[in-house]
């Protein structure tokens, strides 16, 4: 099975969905800062299926990163979860979750896209 990709700077939030996920059987792997998350997939690009990042995060924002991961492999789905409601860009391909976000919802979500 492929793995999960959790991308969030605030770590209690990463911890939770991190063991959330995992929980519920998928392998899940989280980090806090966002380039380690791409150096990680950098190495790893088919390893995984699904990003869920932040959007607002030092260094990188979720739809940043989640386009630098698709360039490395377009087969993986990008979920990103935000408190703002107005991003702008062309994310069409990226899922957007709004904050706070259900559990149930985040699960849900997941399994539409791990099959």
Avoid: W
């Avoid at 991308?7 to 792997?29: A, I, M, P, R, S």
């Avoid at 408190?83 to 979750?97: K, S």
Wanted: proline share 3%; glycine share 4%.
């Amino acid at each position: 099975m492929k793995s999960i990709v959790i991308v969030d700077d605030e770590k209690d939030l990463c911890n939770l969905f991190t063991e959330v996920l995992q929980k519920n059987g998928y392998n899940v792997l989280g980090f806090l800062d966002p380039l380690q998350a791409l150096i990680h997939i950098q190495d790893n690009p088919n390893q995984y299926c699904l990003l869920i990042s932040d959007f607002r995060m030092n260094k990188l924002n979720g739809c940043e990163l989640g386009m630098k991961v698709q360039e490395l492999n377009n087969n993986i789905k990008v979920i990103i979860i935000s408190a703002c409601e107005n991003i702008e860009g062309n994310f069409r391909n990226f899922e957007f979750l709004n904050k706070p976000i259900s559990i149930p919802n985040l699960i849900a979500k997941v399994r539409s896209y791990v099959k």
